[in-house]
């Protein structure tokens, strides 16, 4: 391999790196900040929290977590993949990042939040479903958003760079080619150890 082709190969991997590290940090963000309480409930009359309960973002988004575990499974088949394959795959990346991006902000809506009060709430919740006493944690829903962006641009760059980058089988493909290359020269030499044995008149099958 000349200098150029190392150095190449040397950028590559370092990009492959630095994407998995992103791919990472944004699943792993969006994982921790999805299974945090973002909205805490007040029983009506009370101070908030007591007795009203408290909401995760999971409560208030059920895909948040599939979203970002299956972001992070179509990472690694990022890896195992090659040509179109892998572009179509980080594009994967991408659209389920943008998932819980959008699910971040689907959390922090009214809406949403009084469906989840509903499902998962009932100490809190007057008669006429209303919950007077509530505090939200807006730092778990950014987080959240945050990581989902990160996938997302983590994605985009696969499909667009991922052309470049070495795969999981790239080691077991360069070593299968040295052991062809290899046999191909031992049963080169066998054939002419047996011609020059025929052209000195001995019988090579003896």
Not at 29 to 55: I, K, Y
Not at 87 to 100: C, I, Q, S
Request: hydrophobic share 50%; proline share 3%.
């Amino acid at each position: 391999m000349t200098a150029p082709a190392r150095d190449q190969a040397r950028t590559a991997r370092r990009s492959l790196l630095a994407w998995l590290a992103a791919c990472a940090v944004g699943g792993g963000l969006a994982l921790l900040a999805a299974g945090r309480v973002w909205v805490t409930l007040g029983a009506a009359g009370g101070p908030t929290g007591g007795g009203g309960g408290s909401l995760t973002g999971n409560d208030l988004v059920a895909w948040l977590t599939p979203a970002a575990l299956a972001a992070l499974a179509a990472v690694l088949a990022v890896l195992a993949t090659r040509g179109v394959a892998r572009r179509v795959t980080g594009v994967v990346v991408a659209l389920l990042g943008a998932a819980v991006a959008a699910g971040a902000w689907d959390g922090t809506r009214g809406g949403t939040i009084a469906a989840a009060i509903a499902t998962h709430v009932t100490t809190g919740v007057t008669s006429d479903g209303f919950v007077p006493l509530e505090s939200r944690a807006w730092v778990w829903p950014v987080l959240t958003a945050a990581g989902g962006l990160v996938l997302a641009g983590a994605g985009v760059a696969a499909a667009v760079l991922s052309v470049r980058w070495p795969g999981m089988s790239s080691r077991y493909e360069r070593g299968a080619g040295r052991a062809g290359t290899g046999g191909a020269a031992r049963v080169k030499d066998a054939d002419r150890a047996m011609w020059d044995a025929i052209d000195e008149g001995e019988d090579p099958t003896a």
